[in-house]
């Protein structure tokens, strides 16, 4: 891999991921950008002790453009878009519409092909192993800046999650605080700690799952699985069997195989939906929709989770689709929004088992 860092017209960092040692990226930003100017504030709530990211700028935003205005795709017969260079592999670059900037954080926006009709589950090997050295290499990089405490990588997918930009892309988020979602998992690994005598909560339940029926595949080094409570009607969660506390962590054997892991995993979501189960006909509905998100350990300190440290964490994927079936969204309703009770139509079983079904040959 080489990276190549420079700056776009307006001074935010831009970098490229290249696969070829001897890629030279020397293109520049030729657009007549003023300096961008956010307006990010971080406010707690008071009764619920979380944070919510105020970000009145962002109604500004780029919203679906036609496919020849793409700003993620190259520049190239004129046209100039947020990448200077007429092709490239992988792209990182900070957020025009940043939810979270300055001391409150970054964002950044990940480009995993210059193909605008390509997706994550269409790349080669080669080409999701460099998305995987560009994640690890700005959880590293954001983890240096002081107000970071915790890095997301994560990928939205589709128009029904709310997606504005059709080219396969994701983003990062590096927060100046531990997220609601972790300090839950952090409660509980220092309950369970507790109440165990040491065990940790990660490993046992990954152990229970893989001795049980919603495994969905398993490779010599990473697992994936319907979670027993799973909150979505598909979700699966993908394991690296040797526990880490981030992407940066990932030994060399288990970075070799992520890629025909997570892309096979993804190639089956898009097939779950295909054509209604017991029917028959031109194939419906792909892709799926999904949200893949990446759970990574603060960094530093973990006030208030006493006898927990980061290497007790355990990094994971949770990838999940909002569409129950053929034609049918699962919406955050009263009991959902209102309460955070998920009521899920999909028994967790019979989601593995669909997922099982729709293997590749």
Known sequence: MKKTSTRLADGRELVYYDLRDDTVRDAVDRRPLEPTVTASEIRRDPLLGDAVA??????????????????????????????????YDVVVFENRFPS?????????????????????????DEQARLVLEAWTDRTAELS??????????????????????GHPHGQIYAYPFITPRTALMLRSLA?????????????????????????VLESEHWAAF??????????????????????????????????????ELLRRFDRIFGRPEGEVGDE?????????????????????????????????LELFTIRRTSGKLKFLAGSES???VFINDVPPERAAERLREVASS
Request: aromatic share 10%; charged share 25%.
């Open 191 to 215: 309950d369970h700690k507790a109440e165990t005598g040491g065990e940790n909560l990660f490993d046992a339940v990954l152990t229970r799952e893989l001795a049980g029926d919603r495994v």
């Open 54 to 87: 105020i970000a009145s700028h962002r109604q500004g935003r780029t919203y679906h453009p036609p496919a020849d205005e793409c700003p993620l795709c190259p520049s190239w017969d004129g046209r100039l878009s947020e990448i200077p260079d007429s092709a």
């Open 226 to 263: 319907v979670p027993f409570a799973a909150h979505w009607p598909y979700e699966v969660h993908l394991y690296p069997k040797r526990r880490v506390p981030d992407l940066l962590a990932l030994d060399e054997a288990a970075r070799t195989e992520f890629p025909q892991v997570y892309l």
């Open 144 to 165: 240096h800046l002081p107000s970071v405490k915790q890095v997301f990588c994560f990928e939205n997918r589709g128009a029904e999650i709310g997606v504005t930009l």
């Open 284 to 316: 419906a509905e792909a892709p799926t929709p999904y949200i893949a998100a990446w759970h990574q350990a603060p960094f530093g300190d973990l006030p208030g989770h006493d006898g927990v440290t980061r290497d007790d964490f355990a990094l994971h």
């Open 338 to 340: 209102g309460m955070n």
């Open 100 to 124: 979270l900037a300055g001391d409150s954080g970054r964002c950044e926006v990940v480009c995993f092909t210059s193909d605008h009709d390509a997706s994550f589950a269409s790349l080669s």
